[in-house]
């Protein structure tokens, strides 16, 4: 009870502070230009954020080394940033090879090295390691880690470098040592994940003249077949979307695909929830055998509620296959009810964290909020300020057993 207590406060006072946070327009007060941030060094040996750098908040769990042979060989890619000098001691492009999220960091930190010190660039002294020149543990045997000095080499600067480094976005950056400053970044697996879970732009809604639409083409306010009790199961129903927790149109990302016996077929991705079924599939969604998961624990022989229509109850529909596949778009769509039959199979709203009960009372006051006057601070495109807020605090007062292994990482932004 301490624990909801906390989080209901804690989303309260988000409710509160929301008409300031999006008070950004002209007027008395607003549109006033911000003094520059002032930025202080880094001091030796210190670290930011202050928690180790394989744990949540930071740049996350290892997932195991990448070699040239290796299927994951792919992840990574090379940066060419001529604003940019790499070392390449062992001369194979080895230090060049990142995955694009640590390239999207570093190419942003290039930049905020030659507007601090014009004439300067960025160099890169080690990068991905293929000869195991570090410890087993090491991120740099998975593209997510390098080594950085400035092309003056001047070790007076390396304190407001490693700065730099946290300003421009590096999930963990760690002045380590006179030498050199370390930087990581989460995988691209994690931030996959950060939302919890979206579908892709492609995927089908029924509304409700019995019309099908895409998901990109989604609009709050739009009336969608989902099911009436937020545990997927009980009578089908048309729900109002509120709001989108997540819409990113251009974004290509990796999908799990549940394939049926129905023939749908639902894909989302990996941190989304699921509600699933064991053991016998046939008949009506029952209540007590439903539970949710993450759409990356699904297995061939469970089962998804699979949706016939507006007044029907959802039916069991055994999964045969799952398989991963890459598509464009996520999005994130939250109704009134919490549930949305997406391709005709019955899915939550939510993810990141295995409660769905949970997640929908969280976001109680945000259908308050949309009740009284409409959604405040809806976004065209990126993460809902709203559940932003909601991964914030749950990152501090959850247990992390509660959250999915990527998407836990991602949480503390």
Same mark, same amino acid.
């Given at each position: 009870m301490r624990l909801l207590a906390l989080l209901g406060l804690l989303a309260s006072c988000a409710l509160l502070l929301a008409p300031a946070a999006q008070a950004c327009g002209p007027g008395r007060g607003y549109g006033k230009r911000r003094p520059p941030k002032k930025l202080t060094p880094l001091s030796l040996k210190q670290f930011s954020p202050n928690v180790a750098e394989k744990t949540l908040g930071a740049s996350g769990r290892l997932e195991g080394k990448i070699t040239r042979n290796s299927e994951r060989f792919k992840e990574l890619t090379p940066n060419y940033n001529p604003d940019i000098i790499f070392k390449d001691e062992e001369n194979t492009g080895a230090d060049r090879l990142m995955t694009q999220r640590c390239k999207d960091k570093l190419n942003s930190l290039a930049i905020s090295v030659m507007n601090m010190w014009p004439g300067v660039k960025l160099r890169v002294t080690e990068g991905w390691d293929e000869d195991g020149n570090h410890f087993d543990d090491s991120l740099h045997y998975e593209g997510r880690a390098v080594d950085i000095t400035t092309s003056d080499r001047d070790r007076t600067k390396y304190g407001m470098l490693a700065r730099l480094a946290v300003e421009a976005g590096f999930d963990w950056v760690y002045y380590e040592s006179k030498a050199h400053v370390h930087c990581s970044v989460k995988s691209e697996h994690s931030v996959a994940a950060k939302t919890g879970g979206c579908f892709p732009g492609g995927a089908l809604v029924t509304l409700e003249d019995g019309s099908r639409k895409a998901m990109h083409e989604l609009q709050p306010g739009d009336q969608v077949l989902a099911s009436l009790q937020n545990d997927g199961s009980g009578q089908l129903i048309y729900s109002e979307v509120i709001a989108f927790l997540d819409r990113s149109p251009a974004a290509r990302q990796q999908f799990y695909t549940l394939v049926t016996d129905s023939g749908a077929t639902l894909s989302l991705t990996a941190a989304h929830l699921v509600f699933v079924a064991e053991g016998n599939c046939s008949g009506p969604a029952a209540s007590e055998k439903l539970q949710t998961?993450?759409? /990356?624990? *699904? %297995?061939?022989?469970?089962? *998804?509620?699979w949706a016939r229509g507006q007044g029907q109850e959802g039916h069991l529909s055994r999964v045969s296959r799952v398989k991963m596949r890459e598509d464009?778009?996520?999005? $994130?769509?939250?109704? %009134? +009810?919490?549930?949305?039959?997406?391709?005709?199979? *019955? /899915? /939550?709203?939510? $993810? $990141?964290?295995?409660? +769905?009960?949970?997640? +929908?009372? $969280?976001f109680g006051p945000l259908r308050a909020l949309h009740s009284w006057g409409g959604p405040m601070g809806h976004q065209t495109e990126g993460v809902h300020w709203y559940s932003s807020l909601l991964h914030w605090v749950g990152s501090h007062i959850l247990d992390p057993k509660h959250f999915h292994p990527w998407g836990i990482m991602d949480i503390d932004r």
């Amino acid at each position: 009870m301490r624990l909801l207590a906390l989080l209901g406060l804690l989303a309260s006072c988000a409710l509160l502070l929301a008409p300031a946070a999006q008070a950004c327009g002209p007027g008395r007060g607003y549109g006033k230009r911000r003094p520059p941030k002032k930025l202080t060094p880094l001091s030796l040996k210190q670290f930011s954020p202050n928690v180790a750098e394989k744990t949540l908040g930071a740049s996350g769990r290892l997932e195991g080394k990448i070699t040239r042979n290796s299927e994951r060989f792919k992840e990574l890619t090379p940066n060419y940033n001529p604003d940019i000098i790499f070392k390449d001691e062992e001369n194979t492009g080895a230090d060049r090879l990142m995955t694009q999220r640590c390239k999207d960091k570093l190419n942003s930190l290039a930049i905020s090295v030659m507007n601090m010190w014009p004439g300067v660039k960025l160099r890169v002294t080690e990068g991905w390691d293929e000869d195991g020149n570090h410890f087993d543990d090491s991120l740099h045997y998975e593209g997510r880690a390098v080594d950085i000095t400035t092309s003056d080499r001047d070790r007076t600067k390396y304190g407001m470098l490693a700065r730099l480094a946290v300003e421009a976005g590096f999930d963990w950056v760690y002045y380590e040592s006179k030498a050199h400053v370390h930087c990581s970044v989460k995988s691209e697996h994690s931030v996959a994940a950060k939302t919890g879970g979206c579908f892709p732009g492609g995927a089908l809604v029924t509304l409700e003249d019995g019309s099908r639409k895409a998901m990109h083409e989604l609009q709050p306010g739009d009336q969608v077949l989902a099911s009436l009790q937020n545990d997927g199961s009980g009578q089908l129903i048309y729900s109002e979307v509120i709001a989108f927790l997540d819409r990113s149109p251009a974004a290509r990302q990796q999908f799990y695909t549940l394939v049926t016996d129905s023939g749908a077929t639902l894909s989302l991705t990996a941190a989304h929830l699921v509600f699933v079924a064991e053991g016998n599939c046939s008949g009506p969604a029952a209540s007590e055998k439903l539970q949710t998961i993450f759409a /990356s624990q *699904v %297995r061939p022989g469970q089962c *998804v509620v699979w949706a016939r229509g507006q007044g029907q109850e959802g039916h069991l529909s055994r999964v045969s296959r799952v398989k991963m596949r890459e598509d464009t778009g996520t999005f $994130a769509p939250l109704t %009134r +009810h919490g549930t949305v039959v997406v391709n005709d199979i *019955v /899915s /939550s709203c939510y $993810a $990141a964290t295995d409660q +769905h009960w949970l997640a +929908h009372w $969280a976001f109680g006051p945000l259908r308050a909020l949309h009740s009284w006057g409409g959604p405040m601070g809806h976004q065209t495109e990126g993460v809902h300020w709203y559940s932003s807020l909601l991964h914030w605090v749950g990152s501090h007062i959850l247990d992390p057993k509660h959250f999915h292994p990527w998407g836990i990482m991602d949480i503390d932004r």
